[in-house]
């Protein structure tokens, strides 16, 4: 693998791709630790490879570069490294993106990798990119930091832990992109800040809210029609949640954290379930032949201890279910 560009978390990319971002720039190297995922990045622009490998291993992944961003090489790279995500751009040597991608597919030791193809076209200019799977996403250039970290944990089976690591990375940077790209609430940087003061006085409750078997809704039916779901769950919350309650996300995924009052908490909790429930008819429309979406949710309040921070937040709320 001499020819290859392979950064594990600990260690640092090539100082020239430093100016890129002084918020990267300004920390310590992490300890060195078990990489979060490996990640394959096939891009032709050696700068822009350099920026994927700074944002990528200084929250936890691990970055293999294909040389030049070359097409074949790609291919052979994914094949015999096997890793957790490809990101490729459209335009490259060899042949392009949307043919690796078709090829990547094609093979049977490489089927199973999700692809991240990037573009400066949208779907509705390129029909290439909107005939994308499920295992599949595209995403437009130019991006912010934050939103390509949402795109990426989207398509990685990151567990619980993994997901908590990512999110302590995070929070040691600045953040540009303060609302999730489809829910359009607060991101985690928004919600760490604030649960100081919201959690500093007896009386508060935090419910999370996910949709039950989302990952396995994005398989099934593709990333847009759930990503649809998710929209109206963020719409719906926004409509609820009111003055009195803080809602945003707690890390790079779908879930939704709500926090305040408990007598509060308890009754938008209800209200939520009850107007999600509603629109079964349209998620059963967009959902068929599976069965329509369920939220799931749990719960916590300050009997776990007043002033709580974000990572100690998302523990504390894995525990027993509520019926949604």
Known sequence: MSYVTS???GTRPPRRALFQNARFAALPAPAPSRPLARVLVSDDDPDIRQIYALLLTSHGFEYIGAPAGAGPATLELAARVRPHLLITDVHKPGFDGHRLRDMVRASPVTAHIPVLTVSTMDSMSDPRLAATGPLDDYFLKPFTFEALLYRVAALLPLG????????????????????????GLPCLHTLANALPALTAQPGWAATSISIAGFAALVRRCGRPVAEGVLARLGILVRTVAGSAMFAAHPGFDSQVILVGPREAVSAVTTTLADRFASLQHWTARCTSPIAPPRLRFFHTDDRAGLEIDLLSLRAALRGVSRPG
């Open 160 to 183: 619980a832990a993994a997901h908590d690591q990512l999110v302590a990375r995070a929070q040691r940077f600045s953040c540009y992109e303060h609302f999730h790209p489809v829910t």
């Open 7 to 9: 950064i594990r978390p």
